[in-house]
């Protein structure tokens, strides 16, 4: 079966590049055509375009397989967004099952089971595009920059000051955990973590991971307005629970993949800071809104990403993934319409925004952001609905009763977190730790490299291999 | 009185304001302005007034959701007339609260926290349509839809008692007028629809009390079909 991308918009805004030539077909014969420039217009409503009818989405098992990625040539960016589309899957997955679960309806079951059919192939054909060459602690690097160069871009794009507090104190959490498991990297498999990630992003610590752990009370945020929150916001905050969700999970079942203790621990650390960030953005959500609506709101979600990954994916053969989807996504936004206006009265445009907001979700450097919101906020902390300077927080503050028992000993001392362990470990095997600052010094100075090290890298051979104990 | 589009469900591209809380969060230029209706409503309390109005919007908004969805699963057609009847008149009733309000000097789009309160009660009325339709035989889900329709229009009704009521404590104006004007127009068909939706209600549950037919559990759905198409067909619209 073919299917083609719109040339034109249904408000007459011509699509730059959108030739009428059939981009891929459902099978492992795979078309090509010439990549499209960037400046494509976002005047596009989901709602107004045929997509592909459900029940002709199911694919076969050669339809649904389609070779990794080359991990040596992939770019970076290109490896983030096939993490962020598993992530947003497994979440519409995840939701279904729930909804599934919270109805006795057959009809709306049957639905969501061939819906959630067709998004469990959906996600096999994105996450199997990761190469089995990669390590777990490669894909977990990946999963980082995921985290850094996403949440740093929707908080530089968020309508609302609040959501954009919460995406910039989680920003510095995740920048700090892409750091800590970069120096693991350079430990246990003597490699650069910058030749996965391109030096798109820079690796340096953010807040300390050691000091990331609250006391959960802290972490539920206020959530938006389900009336008033900008469509973008809504977008935003749904794409980065699914993200993170998904980070969660993954660091959750690949921690004991490793032998070695020091790798086994730092994913259980980290794995519980993304455990907080699930429920600090999750709490974002207005639990308001209906199953059905949420489920519409899922589908609109999905058009968005896919409509803005494919407007800049290099690689030819998976741009062409993302608009298989998209065409998917567009069929399953019409049923889950259908599904709210017979059982619930509602029709999807009074919910949903005229046209996809005209702000495409991109993948892009974002150090001078970064930087800024380092120096301005490492020193946050959760505080009940708000947040507060660490300084600020009183003695008697139930964040420094979680640390002590988190971290099992005074914070001040280092105590046994592995995160600390890990940076330890790393500058005693090589003589320094592993840091990726392209833009400079640290803009933070209490976390510049330590003086000791200011002359000391890690010696790397040609091939990129460590050679531990080795100084230049 | 001016007269607004009528907006059945707000959202920020609509207008959409409310009252940020602890547990809320609102852009700045979303946050509603409670008081505007001060100057409209004399010594009254202008900003319960308005969360007040805002609930009964909700409540007609969320009716006209309800009078759609109990229309497409019912398979009653005198039912099915009534429903959409009766949903056309609700959406006029939209506007009309959409209008005084914008008369009073208010926010239309405003949702007040006792509005989103409704807004959960009232998906809650309608949700229980749909949710058990598996462990429920048609003739319940019938009823069910029709008791759904006796509590939304139980509380329409007493909301535009309430809305008359309030009116009764203003001097001569064009407030007083606006309110006056609203009440003349959506009274009578609210005590219509309460009224035709408890006598049903009542109708429909003797009607089952008492006939032998419809104690064979194993009815086929066909049957069951034809049988409940065929109830009031002595009061067809």
Redesign the interface.
Known sequence: MWWRFPAEDPHGVVTAGYDVEPTVRLSRHVHVHPPRPFEVAMAFNPLTEKGMPLEDQLRSWNDMLQPPYDPETVDPYTQTRVILMNGIEVESIIFSHQFHR????????RQLALSRRVEQQQQKAINWLLPGELSPLETTIGYEQVAVDLTAWLARHE?????KQALDFALLEDFDHLYRYANLYAMIQGRHAEALTGSLTEITPGRPTILEHAHPFDLV?????T?????L?RLHVMTIVAAEQQTMNYYMNHGPDFVEPIARALYAEIAQIEEQHVTHYGS?IDP?D??LQQLLFHEYNECYLYYSMAQQESDERIRNLWELHLQMEIGQLQVAAELL???????AE??L??MLPDVPLTFEPNKEYVRDVLANQVDLRQDG?GYALADDLPSDHRYWAFQAIQNGGPVDGGGTAPSEQVIRANREAVGAEYRDETEGPHPVIDLRRPPAEDETEMAFSENDEMIPGAAR | MTTTSPIFTTTYDTGGTTKPLDAVTVAPERVAVTDAMKDALGSMNAPFVADFLSDALMHEQCGRHLYRAVASQTNNPMLKGRYEEYGQQTEQHVVVLQSLIAALGGEPGYVSPSARATEKLDTGAVQATFMLDGSLDLMTKELLMLNAVVLAETIDHSNWELIEQLSEQLDEGPAKEAFRDACAEVRPQEDDHVMWAMETRRRMITMQASSHMMQGVAATAENLVNRISSWFDDTAT
Do not use: A, C, I
Request: proline share 18%; hydrophobic share 20%; charged share 30%.
């Open positions: 919270h109805t006795d309806n057959p009809d709306l079951r309508p609302d000051p609040l959501l945020r206020p959530h938006y307005e009336h008033t929150v900008h469509p916001s974002l308001l209906s199953w206006r017979k059982y619930e009265g509602q029709d009074e919910l925004p005229p609905f």
